[in-house]
C-alpha cells in the first residue's frame, strides 16, 4: 500500500456464509469500519451500537470524535455490508494504515460474532483482498459498484439508495457521518 492511494478493500464469510443477520450485527460492523480509521480505542462500542439502532443516529462525545479524526491511518470513501460480504474504497493517510485498520476491523467483528452467536474460529474467507485504484475512471467505476450492490438482494433492486448499510445516500443527500466519511 502507498500513502495518498486509493484502494477498493473487501472479504467475505467463509464459503460465503452470511456475517451479518440482524441490524445490531450491521450496526457494530458499521461502527467499527468509522471508528477504527484511527488507532485510538473506543470504549463501550456496544452502548453507542445500541444508541444507533434505537436514536438511528451517529454520536460521539466530542473530544473522542476529534481523537479519532486527528490520527487516523485511512480515510473512508464509500462503503456497502451486504449479508455475506463488505466492499469499502478507503484512501491511506499513512504507512501500513490499512493493513492496522482492516485487521482491527476484522478481528473486533470476528470476536463479536463468535461471541454472540456461541461459536469459534475464523468467520472471515482468508485476509482481505484488495485493488489499488489508478484512474478517475476506475474510482468511478468503482463507486458505482459498490453503490449498486445491494441490488443483488431482494427486493432492493432500483432502491439502493435507501439501502441503509450503503454510503449511497450520504452522496444523494445529508452525509449521516460527518467527517468520518470523506465524500470529496
Same mark, same amino acid.
Given at each position: ?16 456464509? $452470511? ?13 467499527? $469500519? ?24 451517529? !454520536? ?27 466492499? &469499502? +474504497? $478507503? ?13 482491527? $476491523? ?46 443483488? &438482494?431482494?427486493?432492493? +433492486? ?23 466519511? !470523506?465524500?470529496?
Amino acid at each position: 500500500f502507498s500513502e495518498g492511494e486509493y484502494y477498493h478493500v473487501f472479504n467475505r464469510g467463509v464459503a460465503k456464509q $452470511i456475517i451479518f443477520h440482524d441490524r445490531s450485527d450491521y450496526a457494530r460492523m458499521l461502527f467499527l $469500519i468509522l471508528c477504527c480509521q484511527s488507532p485510538i480505542t473506543l470504549y463501550n462500542i456496544g452502548r453507542h451500537v445500541k444508541n444507533f439502532i434505537t436514536a438511528n443516529s451517529f !454520536k460521539l462525545a466530542t473530544d473522542t470524535q476529534d481523537k479519532i479524526l486527528a490520527k487516523r491511518s485511512v480515510e473512508l470513501i464509500s462503503f456497502v455490508l451486504m449479508p455475506n460480504h463488505f466492499h &469499502l +474504497k $478507503i484512501k491511506e493517510l499513512a504507512e501500513g494504515g490499512i493493513s492496522a485498520y482492516l485487521q482491527r $476491523i476484522e478481528i473486533a467483528y470476528t470476536k463479536y460474532f463468535n461471541t454472540k452467536y456461541h461459536r469459534s474460529g475464523y468467520l472471515l474467507q482468508g485476509p482481505f483482498q484488495s485493488v489499488l485504484v489508478k484512474t478517475n475512471t476506475q474510482a468511478l467505476h468503482l463507486s458505482a459498484y459498490i453503490h449498486r450492490n445491494p441490488r443483488e &438482494l431482494a427486493g432492493w +433492486k432500483n432502491k439502493e439508495d435507501r439501502y441503509p448499510w450503503s454510503s449511497y445516500q450520504d452522496y444523494l443527500s445529508l452525509n449521516r457521518w460527518g467527517e468520518f466519511l !470523506k465524500r470529496d
